[in-house]
């Protein structure tokens, strides 16, 4: 292991399995030192996408979540540090496939009773690629000033008053996250406090071990000294009495090995740690402390002595000029959550609304980050900007003319249809536009413009799933769903609807593929065998040549296309299309004064 140093200014890391207040007290570590990158770059929810909301500082920032460990990896190739706060059922695996990735370098294991043979693997795998494991069974670690993993350090007020939002210069690694929480705070009073603090995890096999990262510190020129806490149990120390004994050690080691008092128990004694309890008399903390002693390490008599040897080793190393002591510096104040500020007065509230579409925060709007003004003087029309806020990118011309034939051609099909009827009814009841205007949109619907997106969904699927026109259409009638975009009460055969073939003309002569139309076709001539009203519609051509435009024009994954048939765009085109006729009624029935209308009783059959 040895080379330095694990951890920077700059390092980001990977969080699995979300947990908000770890991810929140790293993002208020970097405010606090002054970081300008949040050190998370991610969050991995096996089989999830989004993004949660945290703070950085004052502001407010969205960090994107993604659905497996190399999704993440390949969005953010440059952390190079796992976080793994899964369980210890699920850690190994995680973890282990996080190793396996050629950006990480560093994977922290928080849980505690991850199976030995497990461990084992881990650290095997670890060893042989160059790889750094810290923990099972570790809060974490720490480099002043710089990067903190997860809960180490505890609240923001230890981490102010240990003064780790600036280096010091001592090295430190314990087994235990909560004494080292404790020892950061002897070090900031007895030295100039804390450069990089490691807690090893107290599970029975560590990844990497008490000498592992002595034998780093030794290589980072910062650290001056180094303090080591162990603990009874097992024989990690003893590999480091040897690196001590062989030279390769070459600061000053303050160390102490906790557990002295298990002595004065008659049978065997487990401490807190799975790996901390009284064995032979090797792992005894007494045995531990006199064979460190002998290789040269500085060992107090007790525990209660630690405080006052580190301090004497540090004045001695300033006395010699060997530590140049850090100068002190404010830090800066991290506002405050909600729930605490309430009472003290200061709040930061969370955003209530995501936009990703536009803003308006500057001098002037804009819509998927390009200015209006430049969409005017570039001459971009309804089909660019359609593109810009429902796409979030601008599209080829082909595709953007497309789009606008699409609105002109389902503008209106005259005053008898279910949403031209409500708004003619409605208006001439006296109501104004908007009301107007919805009461036709109400009746959009699986049975009226809704077949687009059907038409989409199953034509999409058939394609994908190879299903020749009589499979598709026999497999629908069996399950006893009409094929949407299929049919017209006065279109047929022998007068086939304009719209139709305009569309489709203009797509064979522009569009790069058009295999989903062609499969429409396909669909059409064989339904054309049962009845000559079975024609292709505009709503289905419309639905089958979306679903050409959105996978031949380049500019879409296959996951952003089938979020685009599932959400609902295609509906929404005919929304945004009909608008524009549902008004026209609306202020033709206004303009010519019509009356209430009240629907003939003729027309009605009354029945029992």
Not at 152 to 170: E, Q
Not at 176 to 193: H, I, P
Request: aromatic share 8%; glycine share 10%.
């Amino acid at each position: 292991m040895a080379t330095g140093q694990l951890f920077s200014k700059n390092t980001q890391a990977l969080f699995y399995n979300y947990k908000q207040n770890p991810v929140q007290r790293m993002l208020d570590f970097d405010f606090l030192c002054g970081r300008n990158l949040p050190s998370v770059a991610g969050i991995i929810t096996p089989g999830s996408d989004g993004f949660h909301k945290l703070f950085f500082g004052q502001e407010e920032i969205a960090l994107p979540v993604h659905p497996s460990i190399t999704a993440a990896c390949k969005a953010h190739p440059t952390a190079d540090v796992f976080v793994n706060f899964a369980s210890f059922r699920s850690a190994f695996e995680s973890s282990f496939e996080a190793l396996k990735q050629p950006t990480i370098r560093v994977v922290a294991i928080i849980a505690e009773g991850v199976p030995e043979a497990d461990a084992k693997t881990l650290i095997a795998y670890a060893r042989a690629n160059n790889k750094v494991i810290i923990g099972p069974a570790t809060v974490g670690g720490i480099q002043a000033g710089a990067f903190k993993i997860g809960d180490t350090a505890g609240t923001l007020d230890n981490i102010i008053s240990c003064k780790l939002y600036r280096p010091g210069s001592v090295g430190f690694v314990s087994k235990s996250g909560g004494m080292s929480n404790e020892m950061y705070n002897v070090l900031a009073r007895t030295t100039d406090g804390l450069y990089e603090g490691i807690a090893i995890g107290g599970d029975g096999f560590p990844g990497s071990t008490l000498s592992d990262h002595v034998l780093r510190f030794n290589n980072i020129p910062q650290i001056r000294m180094i303090v080591v806490l162990g603990e009874l149990g097992g024989a990690d120390e003893y590999s480091l009495v040897e690196a001590l004994k062989e030279g390769k050690v070459h600061k000053p080691v303050v160390a102490w090995v906790s557990g002295t008092c298990a002595t004065l128990f008659k049978s065997e004694v487990q401490f807190g740690h799975a790996g901390a309890k009284s064995g032979g008399e090797s792992e005894s903390a007494q045995a531990k402390n006199a064979a460190l002693k002998a290789a040269g390490a500085i060992v107090p008599t007790s525990f209660e002595d630690l405080e006052a040897v580190i301090r004497a080793t540090y004045e001695k190393l300033v006395a010699e000029g060997a530590i140049q002591p850090v100068a002190e510096k404010k830090p800066p104040t991290v506002p405050e959550d909600l729930t605490a500020a309430i009472k003290a007065g200061k709040v930061r509230a969370p955003t209530h609304i995501v936009s990703t579409i536009c803003d308006d925060r500057g001098e002037e709007p804009t819509y998927a980050g390009v200015p209006i003004s430049t969409i005017v003087e570039k001459g971009f029309g309804v089909g660019d900007v359609m593109c810009l806020l429902w796409f979030k990118r601008s599209l080829p011309s082909y595709c953007t003319k497309f789009i606008e034939m699409c609105v002109v051609l389902c503008a209106d099909h005259g005053p008898c249809v279910s949403g031209a009827h409500n708004s003619i009814v409605t208006s001439r009841a006296g109501k104004d536009l908007i009301s107007c205007l919805v009461s036709g949109l109400l009746t959009i619907g699986p049975r009226f413009g809704g077949a687009i997106d059907d038409a989409a969904r199953y034509f999409k699927d058939a394609v994908e799933r190879g299903l020749s026109p009589y499979d598709f259409v026999e497999g629908m009638k069996k399950k006893g769903i009409r094929v949407p975009g299929i049919g017209h009460r006065i279109k047929s055969r022998d007068n086939r609807d304009k719209r139709v073939e305009l569309l489709q003309e203009y797509a064979r002569a522009s569009f790069p593929s058009v295999k989903h139309m062609e499969y429409a076709v396909a669909v059409e001539t064989y339904t054309l065998t049962k009845a000559a009203n079975l024609v292709l519609n505009v709503d289905g051509c419309i639905g089958a040549l979306f679903l050409d435009l959105l996978s031949s024009c380049a500019m879409f994954t296959k996951d952003e296309i089938d979020d685009i048939v599932a959400v609902g765009y295609l509906n929404g085109l005919f929304v945004l299309s009909r608008s524009i006729g549902l008004i026209g009624h609306t202020f033709d029935q206004k303009r010519l004064k019509q009356p209430l209308y009240r629907h003939p009783w003729e027309d009605v059959l009354y029945t029992k």
